[in-house]
């Protein structure tokens, strides 16, 4: 059975590149394969309005050169390499008389291509389709009754060895969450999906489009969300790395979200070579001897006399990809006042400098009780966007406000 990835996997290994081996030809077995993909495809009413007209190199020299000199002169370029060029038809009525027009077959045949052009990646060919070619040249050359829509050309083969292949840079939905970010000034864009092992599951976008595992700030700002929707004060929330989230209704805007046991061990944070966790062999300017904490995500938090004196916005982009990190770090400039209070600045892997970080907040509450700076196992966090009340009990505890923008 495929997981649920292997399509994904698939999915992401196509693509339509313009350099194909001349040497590889593709034999009648490869193209029944093809040909068995299509006939798998949904259609309305199961009329599979598809039709294909395939020319093979190998076999039908003047067919296939027929159709290549359809294409425009910019497809023609790439596309002589191609062993097999397929145009695809779509039928414009039902094949029941009765049944007339057929709205859905251009939509189908399209479904079509794709379970062709996907199944083609399965077997490590390319399909490359083109609607760049002389429509009229085609029906003429190729006798195309008037029933038919031409649709596109596909070109099939094997792509050549260690040809470049171009990012989809612009379909990429990272590149997305990043516009959204900088549209809407927001330090990470939430989607709230379903969830089979939560009431629902968050997938979490930095600023940079990178994705992160954890925000304790989201978890409360989606608790809030769902539990007003659904008329409780307490649901779950599931997270990339599989973590579930507490949330409960503990104020009229007040959430308190159990996040979990921290990880403590260099391999949980994860650092690149066993260390201390407690004191980190990093120093950077005025910091140093940092505590590393993983809850969710990993952290490291620096203690210092005053926590505005720290040039973070310079020191955050050095210390976010330092080599002990695989996976860069967030990072945590902590000052506990006498009070037991703790005053805090972060910088957010892949955000930067940024108003408030619940995961920061409990990994500040944990290392400074780690390092015997408090008594009690709780405190209030000051963040230069509000306050937060942390509480280690086995779990951490989060609990803060929630607000509209
Ligand atoms: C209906 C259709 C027509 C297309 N026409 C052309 C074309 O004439 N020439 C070309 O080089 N690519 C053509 N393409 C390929 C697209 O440019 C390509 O699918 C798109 O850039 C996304 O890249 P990807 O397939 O690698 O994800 C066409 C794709 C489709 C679906």
Redesign the pocket.
């Known amino acids: 059975m495929m997981s649920k990835q292997d399509l994904l996997l698939l999915m992401k290994a196509r693509?339509?590149g313009?350099s194909y081996d001349t040497t590889r030809a593709i034999s009648q077995e490869e193209m029944d394969i093809l040909m068995e993909a299509v006939r798998l495809t949904p259609s309305c009413f199961g009329d599979e309005p598809w039709r294909y007209v395939i020319c093979n190199k190998q076999n039908n020299q003047s067919a296939w050169e027929k159709l290549l000199n359809c294409l425009?002169e910019s497809?023609q370029k790439w596309a002589k390499d191609a062993q097999i060029l397929i145009i695809s038809l779509s039928a414009k009525n039902f094949r029941k008389s009765d049944k007339g027009e057929n709205f859905w077959a251009n939509h189908d045949t399209g479904a079509a291509n794709y379970a062709l052009m996907l199944q083609a990646a399965a077997m490590n060919l390319m399909a490359?389709?083109?609607?760049?070619f002389d429509r009229d040249k085609i029906v003429e050359r190729f006798n195309i009754s008037d029933d038919f829509n031409v649709m596109?050309v596909i070109a099939v083969g094997y792509e050549e060895e260690g040809a470049e292949i171009n990012s989809?840079s612009t379909n990429n939905l990272d590149w997305n969450y990043r516009q959204i970010a900088d549209q809407s000034s927001c330090d990470q864009v939430i989607i709230i999906t379903m969830s089979n092992a939560a009431n629902c599951f968050i997938h979490i976008y930095n600023a940079d489009g990178s994705r992160a595992e954890m925000c304790g700030n989201a978890a409360r700002c989606v608790g809030y969300l769902i539990m007003s929707e659904k008329g409780t004060e307490h649901i779950t929330i599931e997270l990339v790395n599989k973590r579930i989230l507490e949330c409960f209704k503990v104020g009229d805007k007040s959430i308190k979200v159990n996040m979990g046991k921290p990880l403590l061990k260099w391999h949980e944070i994860p650092l690149s070579t066993e260390c201390d966790t407690l004191h980190l062999p990093i120093e950077l300017e005025m910091l140093k001897d940092p505590v590393a904490v993983n809850i969710g995500n990993p952290h490291i938090v620096f203690f210092v006399d005053n926590v505005n004196e720290i040039p973070l916005r310079n020191l955050g982009p050095k210390l976010e990809s330092h080599v002990l990190f695989p996976q860069k770090i967030n990072i945590s400039i902590a000052q506990v006042e006498k009070s037991g209070e703790i005053a805090l600045r972060v910088w957010e892997r892949g955000t930067g400098i940024t108003a408030s970080c619940g995961s920061a907040a409990c990994a500040a509450l944990v290392a400074s009780t780690l390092r015997g700076y408090l008594t009690a196992q709780q405190t209030s966090v000051d963040l230069p966007g509000g306050k937060l009340l942390i509480e280690w009990a086995n779990n951490v505890f989060m609990t803060g406000d929630i607000g509209f923008l």
Request: hydrophobic letters at 10%; aromatic letters at 0%; charged letters at 25%.
């Open positions: 693509h339509s313009r425009d497809n490359h389709q083109m609607g760049g596109s989809r």
